[in-house]
């Protein structure tokens, strides 16, 4: 584990060099002059949704963000005709398909097609647990994860057997519960409806 705390210093600090130019107005930090005075548009008020006051850096992002309310996603997937609203998660889509994975860890050599996958993967290595349960205050390291933990609190329990009457707040609960206690029969339906 130290190596990997050592491995995500070394790259804090690199990117800490690389973003030299500062926002006086939020202290935000970027690489060149360029992206900063692009950022600052944001403060300026530049470029403004009429529609919910958000000030963007770019007329573009402005254009990408008014999609939000319109509901507009003009770049769909050739492959599964999934919809998307920008560009960025159209390629950030089509990744999975092609298996390209260029979002590499650099703790353990780990790849993802998607930058939040990355993201999510790192909170192994940082141990971080941003997702507070409101009622008992346990922590997880994914939103979903803390999704299913809520359910023990609310007694909702989605995932339902289709061979008995149980159910179950987590579908991996389910699927050890079908293996552990229909086992045979649970393989047999499955076979049937792949075949």
């Keep these: 584990m130290c190596s990997a705390k050592n491995s995500l210093k070394v790259n804090q600090k690199r990117h800490i060099a690389e973003n030299r130019y500062s926002c006086a107005e939020c202290e935000k930090r970027y690489s060149s002059r360029h992206s900063l005075f692009c950022h600052m548009n944001i403060h300026r008020g530049k470029y403004k949704c009429t529609e919910c006051g958000r000030c963007c ?14 509901g507009e996603k003009p770049f769909e997937c050739s492959v599964c005709s999934k919809q998307f609203r920008t560009s960025r998660q159209f390629i950030e889509h089509s990744r999975t398909h092609s298996g390209e994975k260029r ?6 050599d780990k790849a993802f097609s998607q930058c939040e996958h990355l993201r999510t993967h790192m909170r192994v290595h940082t141990r971080e647990k941003p997702f507070k349960c409101y009622v008992c205050e346990k922590e997880f390291s994914q939103h979903g994860h803390l999704s299913d933990h809520i359910r023990t609190h609310t007694g909702n329990k989605l995932h339902k ?9 987590r579908s991996c609960h389910l699927q050890r519960h079908k293996h ?16």
């Design 103 to 108: 979002h590499k860890c650099l703790v353990c």
């Design 161 to 169: 057997c289709s061979l008995c009457s149980k159910s179950f707040g």
């Design 180 to 195: 552990r206690v229909h086992g045979s029969i649970a393989d047999e339906l499955k076979q049937d409806e792949n075949g």
């Design 57 to 70: 850096v770019s007329k573009n992002d402005l254009a990408e963000h008014r999609r939000s309310h319109s």
